[in-house]
Protein backbone atom coordinates (compact mmCIF):
# COMPACT_ATOMS: atom_id res chain seq x y z
CA UNK A 1 0.00 0.00 0.00
CA UNK A 2 0.97 3.92 -0.45
CA UNK A 3 0.67 7.15 0.41
CA UNK A 4 0.44 9.99 -2.10
CA UNK A 5 1.40 13.37 -1.54
CA UNK A 6 0.35 15.90 -3.48
CA UNK A 7 1.68 19.76 -2.64
CA UNK A 8 3.67 22.82 -4.33
CA UNK A 9 6.64 21.12 -6.45
CA UNK A 10 9.43 22.75 -3.84
CA UNK A 11 8.11 20.99 -1.02
CA UNK A 12 7.21 17.49 -2.39
CA UNK A 13 10.82 16.03 -1.23
CA UNK A 14 11.02 17.92 1.90
CA UNK A 15 7.39 15.40 2.91
CA UNK A 16 8.68 12.66 0.91
CA UNK A 17 11.59 12.69 3.17
CA UNK A 18 10.91 13.67 6.40
CA UNK A 19 8.06 10.44 6.38
CA UNK A 20 10.73 8.42 5.01
CA UNK A 21 13.39 9.33 7.56
CA UNK A 22 10.76 7.76 10.14
CA UNK A 23 9.21 4.91 8.09
CA UNK A 24 11.84 4.21 5.61
CA UNK A 25 9.74 1.41 4.06
CA UNK A 26 7.17 3.75 2.88
CA UNK A 27 5.96 3.47 -0.36
CA UNK A 28 5.60 6.89 -0.98
CA UNK A 29 3.78 8.49 -4.43
CA UNK A 30 4.43 12.20 -5.33
CA UNK A 31 1.31 13.34 -7.82
CA UNK A 32 0.62 13.16 -10.13
CA UNK A 33 2.83 9.89 -10.46
CA UNK A 34 0.43 8.03 -8.07
CA UNK A 35 0.82 4.62 -10.09
CA UNK A 36 -2.32 2.33 -9.84
CA UNK A 37 -4.75 3.61 -7.82
CA UNK A 38 -5.66 0.66 -5.84
CA UNK A 39 -2.30 0.99 -3.83
CA UNK A 40 -3.44 4.55 -2.19
CA UNK A 41 -4.04 3.67 1.12
CA UNK A 42 -3.58 7.68 2.44
CA UNK A 43 -3.55 11.32 0.98
CA UNK A 44 -1.59 14.00 2.51
CA UNK A 45 -2.08 16.83 0.58
CA UNK A 46 -1.83 20.97 0.38
CA UNK A 47 -4.52 23.53 -0.98
CA UNK A 48 -4.13 22.73 -4.59
CA UNK A 49 -5.49 18.99 -5.05
CA UNK A 50 -8.83 18.71 -6.60
CA UNK A 51 -10.76 16.73 -4.56
CA UNK A 52 -12.59 14.97 -7.46
CA UNK A 53 -9.60 13.37 -7.86
CA UNK A 54 -9.38 11.42 -4.74
CA UNK A 55 -12.32 9.33 -6.08
CA UNK A 56 -9.84 7.64 -8.37
CA UNK A 57 -8.04 5.37 -5.11
CA UNK A 58 -10.89 3.09 -3.92
CA UNK A 59 -8.96 1.92 -0.79
CA UNK A 60 -7.98 5.26 0.39
CA UNK A 61 -8.36 5.34 4.02
CA UNK A 62 -7.22 8.55 5.37
CA UNK A 63 -6.82 12.45 4.00
CA UNK A 64 -4.47 14.49 5.67
CA UNK A 65 -3.96 18.58 5.50
CA UNK A 66 -0.44 19.57 5.04
CA UNK A 67 -1.50 22.08 7.78
CA UNK A 68 -4.00 23.44 10.85
CA UNK A 69 -6.62 24.67 8.03
CA UNK A 70 -9.10 21.87 6.53
CA UNK A 71 -11.12 24.38 4.20
CA UNK A 72 -9.22 23.34 1.47
CA UNK A 73 -10.84 19.87 1.94
CA UNK A 74 -13.75 20.39 2.43
CA UNK A 75 -14.65 22.97 0.00
CA UNK A 76 -16.95 20.92 -2.59
CA UNK A 77 -17.27 18.36 -3.85
CA UNK A 78 -15.14 17.57 -0.21
CA UNK A 79 -13.03 14.46 0.37
CA UNK A 80 -14.65 11.02 -1.06
CA UNK A 81 -17.28 9.89 1.41
CA UNK A 82 -16.41 7.56 4.11
CA UNK A 83 -12.68 8.85 4.31
CA UNK A 84 -11.69 10.47 7.49
CA UNK A 85 -9.68 13.67 7.23
CA UNK A 86 -6.60 14.47 10.14
CA UNK A 87 -5.46 18.00 9.99
CA UNK A 88 -2.04 19.17 11.65
CA UNK A 89 -1.58 20.15 15.73
CA UNK A 90 2.27 20.80 15.22
CA UNK A 91 4.15 22.66 17.84
CA UNK A 92 6.52 24.46 15.29
CA UNK A 93 3.20 25.96 13.31
CA UNK A 94 1.66 27.27 16.75
CA UNK A 95 5.02 29.03 17.86
CA UNK A 96 5.52 30.40 14.42
CA UNK A 97 1.77 31.80 14.64
CA UNK A 98 2.53 32.79 18.24
CA UNK A 99 5.27 34.76 17.03
CA UNK A 100 3.60 36.36 14.08
CA UNK A 101 0.03 37.93 16.31
CA UNK A 102 3.02 39.37 18.70
CA UNK A 103 5.01 40.47 15.85
CA UNK A 104 1.84 42.79 14.97
CA UNK A 105 0.20 43.35 18.31
CA UNK A 106 3.55 45.14 19.30
CA UNK A 107 3.77 46.71 16.17
CA UNK A 108 0.18 48.12 16.25
CA UNK A 109 0.56 48.52 20.10
CA UNK A 110 3.95 50.42 20.18
CA UNK A 111 2.73 52.38 17.16
CA UNK A 112 5.62 51.53 14.98
CA UNK A 113 3.12 52.36 12.08
CA UNK A 114 3.45 56.31 13.26
CA UNK A 115 7.31 55.58 13.79
CA UNK A 116 7.56 54.77 10.44
CA UNK A 117 5.64 57.86 8.85
CA UNK A 118 7.83 59.94 10.80
CA UNK A 119 10.96 58.36 10.08
CA UNK A 120 9.77 58.75 6.50
CA UNK A 121 9.16 62.78 7.09
CA UNK A 122 12.30 62.45 9.16
CA UNK A 123 10.54 63.58 12.37
CA UNK A 124 12.11 63.43 15.73
CA UNK A 125 9.11 63.55 17.80
CA UNK A 126 8.32 61.00 21.45
CA UNK A 127 4.36 59.58 20.87
CA UNK A 128 3.14 58.91 24.38
CA UNK A 129 3.96 55.57 25.80
CA UNK A 130 0.97 53.32 25.83
CA UNK A 131 0.70 50.42 28.72
CA UNK A 132 -0.54 47.25 27.74
CA UNK A 133 -2.87 47.23 30.58
CA UNK A 134 -4.81 49.26 28.76
CA UNK A 135 -5.13 47.73 24.90
CA UNK A 136 -7.74 44.57 25.31
CA UNK A 137 -6.92 42.11 22.70
CA UNK A 138 -9.81 40.10 21.12
CA UNK A 139 -9.20 36.54 19.68
CA UNK A 140 -11.63 35.24 17.42
CA UNK A 141 -11.15 31.74 17.76
CA UNK A 142 -9.05 30.17 21.26
CA UNK A 143 -7.82 26.63 19.58
CA UNK A 144 -4.41 25.33 19.21
CA UNK A 145 -3.68 28.65 17.33
CA UNK A 146 -5.72 31.33 18.98
CA UNK A 147 -5.33 29.63 22.69
CA UNK A 148 -1.10 30.19 22.79
CA UNK A 149 -0.91 33.24 20.82
CA UNK A 150 -3.73 34.76 23.65
CA UNK A 151 -1.74 33.10 26.39
CA UNK A 152 1.47 35.01 25.38
CA UNK A 153 -0.26 38.49 25.22
CA UNK A 154 -1.52 37.62 28.23
CA UNK A 155 2.05 37.04 29.49
CA UNK A 156 2.68 40.86 28.11
CA UNK A 157 0.34 42.25 30.44
CA UNK A 158 -2.50 42.98 27.36
CA UNK A 159 -6.33 41.79 28.84
CA UNK A 160 -7.10 39.34 26.97
CA UNK A 161 -10.44 37.61 25.45
CA UNK A 162 -11.63 34.95 23.21
CA UNK A 163 -14.52 33.81 21.76
CA UNK A 164 -15.44 30.33 20.67
CA UNK A 165 -17.94 28.50 19.30
CA UNK A 166 -19.00 26.32 22.23
CA UNK A 167 -18.61 28.10 25.35
CA UNK A 168 -15.28 27.94 27.37
CA UNK A 169 -13.62 28.73 30.49
CA UNK A 170 -10.28 29.82 30.40
CA UNK A 171 -8.20 30.43 32.92
CA UNK A 172 -7.54 34.48 32.89
CA UNK A 173 -8.94 34.83 29.69
CA UNK A 174 -12.68 36.51 29.06
CA UNK A 175 -14.73 34.47 27.02
CA UNK A 176 -17.40 34.66 25.14
CA UNK A 177 -19.53 32.64 22.58
CA UNK A 178 -22.73 33.14 20.08
CA UNK A 179 -24.07 36.40 18.56
CA UNK A 180 -24.56 38.39 21.46
CA UNK A 181 -20.91 36.95 23.10
CA UNK A 182 -19.37 38.26 19.60
CA UNK A 183 -20.90 41.92 19.61
CA UNK A 184 -19.45 42.43 23.43
CA UNK A 185 -16.03 40.90 22.49
CA UNK A 186 -15.80 43.40 19.53
CA UNK A 187 -16.87 46.55 21.31
CA UNK A 188 -13.89 46.24 24.03
CA UNK A 189 -11.25 44.68 21.40
CA UNK A 190 -8.69 47.72 20.55
CA UNK A 191 -6.83 44.95 18.77
CA UNK A 192 -8.92 42.05 17.06
CA UNK A 193 -6.88 39.04 16.25
CA UNK A 194 -8.30 36.40 13.76
CA UNK A 195 -7.96 32.73 13.98
CA UNK A 196 -10.78 30.76 13.44
CA UNK A 197 -11.61 28.02 10.66
CA UNK A 198 -13.22 29.23 7.75
CA UNK A 199 -16.34 27.24 7.82
CA UNK A 200 -19.90 28.56 6.59
CA UNK A 201 -20.24 29.65 9.89
CA UNK A 202 -17.09 32.14 10.20
CA UNK A 203 -17.03 33.05 6.15
CA UNK A 204 -17.20 36.80 5.67
CA UNK A 205 -17.52 37.13 9.48
CA UNK A 206 -15.96 40.05 9.18
CA UNK A 207 -17.81 42.50 7.38
CA UNK A 208 -19.32 45.82 7.75
CA UNK A 209 -21.51 45.26 10.68
CA UNK A 210 -19.02 43.56 12.55
CA UNK A 211 -16.00 46.22 11.93
CA UNK A 212 -18.18 49.16 12.88
CA UNK A 213 -18.80 47.35 16.40
CA UNK A 214 -15.33 48.13 17.38
CA UNK A 215 -14.14 50.82 19.34
CA UNK A 216 -13.25 53.58 16.27
CA UNK A 217 -9.07 53.32 16.04
CA UNK A 218 -9.25 49.65 16.75
CA UNK A 219 -6.30 46.88 14.93
CA UNK A 220 -7.02 44.10 12.62
CA UNK A 221 -4.89 41.22 12.64
CA UNK A 222 -6.06 38.53 10.46
CA UNK A 223 -3.80 35.34 9.99
CA UNK A 224 -7.19 32.58 9.89
CA UNK A 225 -8.12 32.75 5.96
CA UNK A 226 -9.06 35.82 3.34
CA UNK A 227 -12.74 34.24 3.54
CA UNK A 228 -13.17 35.71 6.66
CA UNK A 229 -12.78 39.33 5.81
CA UNK A 230 -15.16 41.29 3.34
CA UNK A 231 -12.12 43.12 1.43
CA UNK A 232 -14.17 46.15 0.34
CA UNK A 233 -15.72 46.49 3.87
CA UNK A 234 -12.41 46.18 5.34
CA UNK A 235 -10.88 49.10 2.75
CA UNK A 236 -14.03 51.49 4.09
CA UNK A 237 -13.24 51.11 7.20
CA UNK A 238 -9.70 51.47 6.65
CA UNK A 239 -10.27 54.55 4.31
CA UNK A 240 -12.86 56.10 7.65
CA UNK A 241 -10.50 55.61 10.40
CA UNK A 242 -12.75 53.20 11.62
CA UNK A 243 -10.23 50.36 11.72
CA UNK A 244 -6.79 51.70 12.32
CA UNK A 245 -4.96 49.59 10.32
CA UNK A 246 -4.63 45.85 9.32
CA UNK A 247 -2.22 43.17 9.02
CA UNK A 248 -3.29 40.67 6.99
CA UNK A 249 -1.35 37.59 5.90
CA UNK A 250 -4.12 35.72 3.73
CA UNK A 251 -6.26 36.75 1.27
CA UNK A 252 -9.08 35.42 -1.39
CA UNK A 253 -7.91 35.22 -3.83
CA UNK A 254 -4.27 34.35 -3.10
CA UNK A 255 -1.94 35.44 -4.25
CA UNK A 256 -3.43 38.65 -3.31
CA UNK A 257 -4.05 40.18 -7.30
CA UNK A 258 -0.85 42.67 -8.05
CA UNK A 259 -3.99 45.79 -8.17
CA UNK A 260 -5.71 45.10 -5.10
CA UNK A 261 -5.54 48.38 -2.92
CA UNK A 262 -4.20 46.28 -0.22
CA UNK A 263 -0.80 46.16 -1.43
CA UNK A 264 -0.65 49.95 -1.45
CA UNK A 265 -2.59 51.05 1.40
CA UNK A 266 -0.77 52.68 4.06
CA UNK A 267 -2.43 51.00 6.88
CA UNK A 268 -2.32 47.77 5.45
CA UNK A 269 0.41 45.10 6.06
CA UNK A 270 0.40 42.43 3.69
CA UNK A 271 1.68 39.40 4.05
CA UNK A 272 2.07 36.37 1.79
CA UNK A 273 0.14 33.97 4.14
CA UNK A 274 3.70 33.01 5.59
CA UNK A 275 2.27 33.62 8.67
CA UNK A 276 3.40 30.37 10.00
CA UNK A 277 4.51 27.87 7.52
CA UNK A 278 4.16 24.07 7.92
CA UNK A 279 7.70 22.02 8.14
CA UNK A 280 7.28 18.89 7.08
CA UNK A 281 10.19 17.51 9.54
CA UNK A 282 8.30 18.53 12.57
CA UNK A 283 4.62 17.26 11.45
CA UNK A 284 5.80 14.14 10.04
CA UNK A 285 5.51 12.20 13.48
CA UNK A 286 2.10 12.73 13.56
CA UNK A 287 1.46 12.27 10.01
CA UNK A 288 3.37 8.93 10.42
CA UNK A 289 1.09 7.86 13.89
CA UNK A 290 -2.16 8.33 11.86
CA UNK A 291 -0.68 5.94 9.24
CA UNK A 292 0.29 3.66 11.68
CA UNK A 293 -2.92 3.57 13.38
CA UNK A 294 -4.89 3.05 9.94
CA UNK A 295 -2.97 0.12 9.59
CA UNK A 296 -3.66 -1.17 12.85
CA UNK A 297 -7.31 -0.43 12.67
CA UNK A 298 -6.47 1.90 15.57
CA UNK A 299 -8.38 5.28 16.75
CA UNK A 300 -6.83 7.96 14.63
CA UNK A 301 -5.63 11.28 15.87
CA UNK A 302 -6.33 14.95 14.54
CA UNK A 303 -9.45 14.41 13.39
CA UNK A 304 -12.02 16.69 11.62
CA UNK A 305 -15.50 17.00 13.27
CA UNK A 306 -17.21 17.31 9.24
CA UNK A 307 -20.52 18.79 11.48
CA UNK A 308 -18.59 21.42 12.90
CA UNK A 309 -16.56 22.00 9.77
CA UNK A 310 -13.42 22.27 11.16
P1 LIG B 1 -8.68 25.06 15.91
O1 LIG B 1 -9.63 24.19 15.18
O2 LIG B 1 -7.76 24.44 16.89
O3 LIG B 1 -9.48 26.21 16.69
C1 LIG B 1 -10.53 26.90 16.10
C2 LIG B 1 -11.13 27.87 17.10
O4 LIG B 1 -12.15 28.61 16.42
C3 LIG B 1 -11.80 27.17 18.29
O5 LIG B 1 -11.63 27.93 19.46
C4 LIG B 1 -13.27 27.16 17.86
O6 LIG B 1 -14.21 27.12 18.92
C5 LIG B 1 -13.37 28.49 17.13
N1 LIG B 1 -14.50 28.48 16.21
C6 LIG B 1 -14.72 27.67 15.16
N2 LIG B 1 -15.90 27.94 14.57
C7 LIG B 1 -16.44 28.95 15.29
C8 LIG B 1 -17.66 29.66 15.21
N3 LIG B 1 -18.58 29.39 14.28
N4 LIG B 1 -17.91 30.62 16.13
C9 LIG B 1 -17.01 30.90 17.10
N5 LIG B 1 -15.82 30.26 17.24
C10 LIG B 1 -15.55 29.30 16.34
O7 LIG B 1 -7.87 25.86 14.80
P2 LIG B 1 -6.37 26.38 14.88
O8 LIG B 1 -6.24 27.29 16.04
O9 LIG B 1 -5.41 25.26 14.79
O10 LIG B 1 -6.25 27.19 13.49
C11 LIG B 1 -7.13 28.23 13.15
C12 LIG B 1 -6.98 28.57 11.69
O11 LIG B 1 -5.76 29.27 11.47
C13 LIG B 1 -6.88 27.39 10.73
O12 LIG B 1 -8.15 26.84 10.48
C14 LIG B 1 -6.26 28.02 9.51
O13 LIG B 1 -7.27 28.51 8.65
C15 LIG B 1 -5.46 29.19 10.07
N6 LIG B 1 -4.02 29.02 9.90
C16 LIG B 1 -3.31 29.99 9.24
C17 LIG B 1 -1.96 29.90 9.09
C18 LIG B 1 -1.19 30.97 8.41
O14 LIG B 1 0.01 30.83 8.21
N7 LIG B 1 -1.80 32.08 8.07
C19 LIG B 1 -1.19 28.75 9.63
C20 LIG B 1 -2.01 27.78 10.30
C21 LIG B 1 -3.38 27.93 10.41
P3 LIG B 1 -14.25 25.89 19.94
O15 LIG B 1 -13.10 26.13 20.89
O16 LIG B 1 -15.59 26.02 20.57
O17 LIG B 1 -14.07 24.64 19.12
C1 LIG C 1 -2.45 26.16 7.66
C2 LIG C 1 -1.85 27.28 6.90
O1 LIG C 1 -3.66 26.00 7.64
O2 LIG C 1 -0.61 27.31 6.77
O3 LIG C 1 -1.67 25.42 8.31
O4 LIG C 1 -2.58 28.15 6.44
Given at each position: ?A???S????????????L????P???I????????????????????????E?R??????????M????????R????????P?????????????T?W???N???F????????A?????V?D?L??????????????L????MAA?????S?????????????EV??I?T????D?????????????C???????T???????????????????????????????????????H??A???????????????????H?????WP?????T??????P?????????????????????????
Amino acid sequence: MAILLSTKANAMAAWRDALLELEPDLDIRLFPDAGDPNDIEAAVCWTQHDMAELRRYPNLGLLVSMGAGVDHLLRPPGPPPGVPVARLKDERLTSGMTEWVLLNVLRFHRQDLEYRAQQEARVWDELPAPETSARRVGFLGLGELGMAAANACRSLGFPVMGWTRRPREVEGIETFHGEDGLATMLGRSDILVCLLPLTPDTRGILNARTLAMLPRGAFLINAARGGHVVQPDLLEALDSGHVAAAALDVFEPEPLPADHPFWRHPRVLVWPHAASITIPRSAAPQVIENIRRLREGRELINLVDFSAGY
